[in-house]
C-alpha cells in the first residue's frame, strides 16, 4: 500500500530553535535528560536506516558514509536553518505539528521556545499540547491547599470548560478540543488542551 501521497500529523513534538542545538545530533537519539553513552547510538538500525535516508535526500552517495552525511547535515543545518527544516518537512510531508511545551524549559534545560517563534520557523501548522508536569513543578515548592493548588492548574490551563474536560476524560471521550475562551493567534499557532 503507497501511503506517500498522505500529509503527516506530527502528534508529539518539542519545540526548537536552531542557535541552541549545537551538541552533537547522535545525542539527541536517546530520551534520556542524563549524561548517556552515545557511542552505541550509530549502531541502532533504525539510525542507519534513518542516516542513509538523509544522505539520499541530501543527494549524497554511499560513499559519504555516516561521519560525512551528518558533517553536511551540520554544515546545511548551520547556514540556513530555515531552509534546512523546510525541505526536511516537504520530504516528510509534514502539515501539522502538535507541540508539547514541556521541554525545553528554562527550569529543565535553561531555555524555553515560544510556540510563536517555532511557528515562524516550521513550514506547518504549529498546535500546543498543554502538558502539566511543568506547573506541577512550579507549583510544587509552595504551600497550597488542594483547593489553591487546583484553583492555580485551572488558571493556567484555562478555566472554561475545565471540569468538562475532566470529564470528558474520565468518559473516553478525545481530551484535545479547544477551550471556547482561549484566543486564537493569527496564523498558524493555536493552543488546545
Given at each position: ?6 500529509s ?85 510531508k ?33 498546535k ?15 504551600e ?31 481530551l ?18
Amino acid at each position: 500500500m503507497d501511503l506517500s501521497h498522505l500529509s503527516i500529523i506530527d502528534n508529539h513534538a518539542h519545540p526548537f530553535l536552531p542557535e541552541k542545538e549545537n551538541e552533537d545530533p547522535t545525542s539527541y537519539w536517546t530520551t534520556s535528560l542524563l549524561p548517556e553513552n552515545i557511542e552505541h547510538i550509530p549502531n541502532l538500525l533504525v539510525f542507519k536506516m534513518m542516516t542513509r535516508c538523509l544522505g539520499e535526500l541530501m543527494g549524497m552517495d554511499s560513499e559519504a558514509g555516516t561521519v560525512g552525511i551528518w558533517e553536511s547535515r551540520q554544515k546545511s543545518y548551520a547556514k540556513d536553518p530555515k531552509n534546512y527544516i523546510k525541505v526536511l518537512f516537504d520530504d516528510a510531508k509534514i502539515k501539522t505539528m502538535f507541540v508539547d511545551i514541556g521541554y525545553p524549559t528554562k527550569a529543565i534545560s535553561g531555555y524555553g521556545v515560544d510556540p510563536t517563534d517555532l511557528a515562524k520557523l516550521v513550514p506547518a501548522d504549529v498546535k500546543v499540547i498543554v502538558r502539566i508536569e511543568p506547573i506541577i513543578m512550579d507549583l510544587a515548592g509552595r504551600e497550597l491547599s488542594y483547593e489553591d493548588f487546583f484553583g492555580c492548574v485551572q488558571s493556567r490551563v484555562g478555566k472554561t470548560n475545565f471540569h468538562e474536560r475532566h470529564r470528558r476524560l474520565e468518559d473516553g471521550h478525545s481530551l484535545l478540543y479547544r477551550a471556547k475562551n482561549q484566543k486564537i493567534q493569527p496564523g498558524r499557532y493555536q493552543r488546545i488542551f
